[in-house]
């Protein structure tokens, strides 16, 4: 489902006399449906730059990315929206959303992009919130008053909103207490048995014991390690 071949990444500062950094060479990974895969390594290895590139937030330097057949790497912007439309989801640490638009639209989002109907993305939804415990009185509310927590727990509900094919989910159980954490491992679990092909970044290291089957160290693509 997602198979990352020989991928390179380095980043130029323009604003510093154009220095090039090289941060990443011959990262290669595979996740097959029903896996999940952690990234490990220490702060500043390269995982958030992996995930990114991923997503085709970045731009890798060479390799390939394949997701269920399309290369990330080579793909125009508009498969790139119809990908992550339809097969890619992310679950970012922090909530991103259009103000004004109430919690229940915006979890309810990626449904409706997908020509979902409003009655049929608004229970999904709603199911959702309430598993993630959302008080009720805040759906009609947009969500950019909400405290980082409940904040976390919407932008989970819209991560797990439509079952996408591959999932990427950046620390999905921080800052969260037991009973919600455990609610986003049983997501997780769900998603794994449904054939969910998954890579995520988790600092929890038991959550990373009980949902990843493996764990690659990002520390091994970094260029001096390589060298
Ligand atoms: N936009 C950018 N411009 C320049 N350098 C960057 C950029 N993004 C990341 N880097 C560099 O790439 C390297 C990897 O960073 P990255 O954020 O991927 O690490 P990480 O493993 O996710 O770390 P952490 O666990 O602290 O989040 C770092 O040296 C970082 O400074």
Same mark, same amino acid.
């Given at each position: 489902m997602i198979l990352i071949e020989n991928v390179s990444k380095r980043f130029t500062l323009h604003n510093?006399?154009?220095?090039?950094?090289?941060?990443?060479?011959?990262a290669q990974m595979r996740v097959e449906p029903g896996e999940c895969v952690a990234?490990?390594?220490?702060?500043?290895?390269?995982?958030?730059?992996?995930m990114r590139m991923? #997503?085709?937030? #970045?731009?890798?330097?060479?390799?390939?990315?394949?997701?269920?057949?399309? @290369?990330?790497? +080579?793909?125009?912007?508009? *498969?790139?929206?119809?990908?992550? !439309? *339809?097969?890619?989801? #992310?679950?970012?640490?922090?909530?991103?959303?259009? &103000?004004?638009? /109430?919690?229940?639209? $915006? $979890?309810?989002? /990626?449904?409706?992009?997908?020509? %979902?109907?409003?009655?049929? =993305? %608004?229970a999904r939804a709603e199911e959702l919130l309430k598993m993630l415990n959302i008080p009720e009185r805040l759906w009609s509310l947009s969500p950019t008053t909400f405290s980082g927590g409940e904040q976390q727990r919407v932008n989970i509900a819209r991560g797990f909103a %439509? @079952? #996408? /094919?591959?999932?990427?989910?950046? *620390? &999905?159980?921080?800052?969260? @207490?037991?009973?919600? +954490? *455990?609610?986003?491992?049983q997501l997780i679990e769900r998603a794994k048995a449904r054939g969910a092909a998954i890579v995520g970044i988790f600092h929890d290291e038991? =959550?990373?014991?009980?949902?990843? @089957? !493996?764990e690659i160290d990002v520390t091994g693509f970094t260029p001096r390690k390589a060298a």
């Amino acid at each position: 489902m997602i198979l990352i071949e020989n991928v390179s990444k380095r980043f130029t500062l323009h604003n510093q006399n154009a220095a090039v950094i090289p941060v990443m060479t011959g990262a290669q990974m595979r996740v097959e449906p029903g896996e999940c895969v952690a990234l490990t390594g220490q702060s500043g290895a390269g995982k958030s730059t992996l995930m990114r590139m991923i #997503y085709g937030n #970045y731009l890798a330097a060479s390799g390939s990315i394949l997701i269920g057949g399309l @290369d990330v790497v +080579r793909a125009s912007p508009r *498969e790139i929206i119809r990908l992550r !439309r *339809e097969t890619l989801g #992310y679950v970012s640490q922090f909530l991103r959303v259009v &103000p004004r638009v /109430p919690t229940r639209t $915006v $979890v309810a989002e /990626p449904l409706l992009a997908l020509g %979902h109907g409003e009655a049929e =993305a %608004h229970a999904r939804a709603e199911e959702l919130l309430k598993m993630l415990n959302i008080p009720e009185r805040l759906w009609s509310l947009s969500p950019t008053t909400f405290s980082g927590g409940e904040q976390q727990r919407v932008n989970i509900a819209r991560g797990f909103a %439509h @079952d #996408y /094919p591959a999932l990427l989910l950046d *620390e &999905p159980t921080a800052s969260l @207490d037991g009973a919600n +954490r *455990e609610v986003v491992l049983q997501l997780i679990e769900r998603a794994k048995a449904r054939g969910a092909a998954i890579v995520g970044i988790f600092h929890d290291e038991a =959550a990373r014991k009980r949902v990843c @089957d !493996r764990e690659i160290d990002v520390t091994g693509f970094t260029p001096r390690k390589a060298a």
